[in-house]
């Protein structure tokens, strides 16, 4: 699982929050849309990279290892 959530954020959320980023380097002023659109990508890359490490962290065997962490 933890697997899966990095490639696809490796390959997929990381890579279109910068391809999102191209227009807001030609224009002085961007429109709302892209500003919403690229919020979105970089909340989606956040929120995986959150989901993994909360997972590693409530791990049974994990928790086995550091019970007060």
């Known amino acids: 699982m933890f ?11 990381i890579p279109g929050t910068l391809s999102e980023l191209w227009p807001f380097a030609g224009e002085p002023f961007s429109n709302s849309i892209l500003t919403v659109s690229l919020l979105i990508s970089a909340m989606s890359a956040a929120m995986t990279s959150t989901s993994m490490f909360y997972d590693i962290d409530v791990a049974p065997d994990k928790r086995k290892n550091n019970p007060k962490w």
């Open 3 to 13: 697997a899966n959530k990095a490639l696809d954020m490796f390959t997929e959320a």
